[in-house]
Nanobody
Framework: QVQLVESGGGLVQTGGSLRLSCTGS????????MAWHREVPGKQREMIAL???????TYDDSLKGRFTVSRDNAKRTIWLQMNSLTPDDTAVYYC?????????????????WGQGTRVTVSS
């Protein structure tokens, strides 16, 4: 069964950092791009960072250089390093697979969503 597993969320104070992880099967990582998404209650889930199989990364402008996405294809893992967190970053974070030629942050997700990992930033 194709499965995505996110981890690393938690409670952190404003200005703090967290590093999220996402692992999947070889089928998932294959030659695909991977992306991080987040969902705030009452709002639509949005893609915030994408990394192609070759390592080219794209970010939502709102992140202003605070987040960094990386991947290790051999380990079938991607990470999201989040720094200078604010309460606006409070959300459930998900990862998913996307076509590798995805440009921008609007490509549809290819797989069922995992459980996500919750990030709460206190003020």
């Amino acid at each position: 069964q194709v499965q995505l597993v996110e981890s690393g969320g938690g409670l952190v104070q404003t200005g703090g950092s967290l590093r999220l992880s996402c692992t999947g099967s070889e089928r998932i990582f294959g030659l695909n791009a991977m992306a991080w998404h987040r969902e705030v209650p009452g709002k639509q889930r949005e893609m915030i960072a994408l990394i192609t199989y070759g390592g080219r990364d794209t970010y939502d402008d709102s992140l202003k250089g605070r987040f960094t996405v990386s991947r290790d294809n051999a380990k079938r893992t991607i990470w999201l390093q989040m720094n200078s967190l604010t309460p606006d970053d409070t959300a459930v974070y998900y990862c998913n697979s996307h076509v590798n030629w995805c440009s921008g942050l609007t490509c549809p997700a290819l797989l069922p969503w995992g459980q996500g990992t919750r990030v709460t930033v206190s003020s």
